[in-house]
């Protein structure tokens, strides 16, 4: 497998989610949370006011190492606003399945496809670099997708996304339309860009990388339209642990940028969430949590919270073992009998749910 890329899309697709809304520093002070992390392209819109052009303009400034890819329509206008800020990269989207060409864009595939050639053709004039985006690529025919891709391709588009924008493939389905597209443009970098609507957005993501595609969009917390997109935390893990793809990558700034996200968003992080949840690396059942103490983790624990730069914790209360209770005393030094290990533990179970909770 080629080295998989990551496109981060909080400062775009989460800044669409409803309640979310950043000041220029909060975006910048994002954008360099997520240079530090590694990730390779941070995608901006500067087309949705003022403020944002200015944003665009200090985010190119800013020296990172990232990648800022400007992100606009398929339109002269679009991308003329695009070029003002002499970006190396930009991206512009049109649809391409039957119904946003009918219903949003009121233009025929012929007509789209031409539009597509000139865009792209257009853009390329101007010596950036540049991705197309199909939007709506998965309710797509395949074929009429692939002759999109290979226009734009054709054209000189460095690379092409193909997009689940309603978040409705599988990921078999997603497997065999990279795979489509692969096999006839074997050069060309192919993006993924899927919704969660059902839950999928990530399995749909790493079937994709695994037909050829070679870059995956996630947002922070996987703010974005609707269900929002994969979250940055459990695409890095993922890649890492699963792929061992990106090592370099520095996981130990997941925690810090979900953390951020929902200070600035007001969007409290669900504890169940992957990686940087609340409850990912808290353990509480008596004998998972003994087998949990006796290997480090391993036994109950897919990546370290070491890798994450945070602590296990230990939760006690009436679901304890004998094994915590020892853990615990043995850690204050106290030298208990069997005997007294079980009439602390029965002590515990008196009450009812948990007491409180340690570090390990
Ligand atoms: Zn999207």
Not at 19 to 26: A, C, L, Y
Not at 73 to 88: E, F, N, Q, W, Y
Not at 285 to 290: F, K, P, V
Request: hydrophobic share 40%; net charge neutral.
């Amino acid at each position: 497998m080629d080295r998989i890329l990551i496109l981060d899309s909080t400062l775009r697709e989460g800044a669409q989610a409803p309640n979310v809304r950043f000041s220029p520093e909060q975006e910048l002070q994002i954008a360099s949370g997520l240079d530090r992390l590694g990730v390779d392209f941070i995608e901006y819109s500067p087309i949705v006011s003022e403020k944002s052009g200015r944003v665009a303009q200090e985010l190119l400034a800013a020296g990172l190492r990232s990648e800022v890819i400007l992100h606009g329509r398929a339109t002269i206008p679009d991308i003329d606003l695009l070029l003002k800020h002499d970006p190396k990269w930009i991206a512009i989207y049109l649809s391409t399945s039957s119904v946003h060409l009918e219903h949003k864009l009121h233009m025929n595939r012929e007509e789209a496809l031409v539009q597509t050639q000139r865009m792209v053709e257009y853009a390329k004039r101007h010596g950036v670099k540049m991705r197309f985006t199909c939007e709506d690529a998965s309710r797509t025919d395949a074929d009429e997708l692939l002759q999109f891709a290979r226009v734009a391709a054709e054209a000189g588009a460095d690379r092409i996304s193909i997009t689940d924008t309603v978040g409705v493939m599988t990921p078999s389905s997603m497997h065999a339309l990279v795979r489509h597209v692969r096999s006839a443009l074997p050069s060309v970098g192919l993006d993924l860009h899927c919704h969660n609507d059902l839950g999928l957005a990530l399995a749909n993501s790493l079937a994709g990388i695994e037909a050829g595609a070679d870059c995956i969009h996630a947002s922070i917390n996987g703010a974005g339209e609707r269900a929002g997109i994969p979250r940055m935390a459990e695409v890095v893990m993922a890649l890492q642990v699963l792929y061992r793809q990106r090592p370099e990558l520095k996981a130990t700034e997941l925690p810090h940028l979900s953390r951020l996200f929902s200070k600035i968003s007001s969007l409290p992080s669900d504890p169940f969430s992957p990686v940087v949840g609340e409850n990912v690396f808290r353990h509480k059942g008596g004998t998972h949590l003994g087998a949990v103490l006796r290997t480090d983790g391993k036994a109950y624990e897919a990546f370290s919270p070491q890798s994450l730069g945070i602590k296990r914790r230990v939760v006690v209360g009436e679901y304890s073992g004998k094994n915590v209770v020892r853990y615990l005393s043995d850690r204050l030094g106290l030298k208990l009998s069997d005997g007294q290990v079980a009439k602390a533990l029965a002590r515990l179970k008196e009450k009812e749910g948990d007491m409180f909770e340690f570090e390990v």
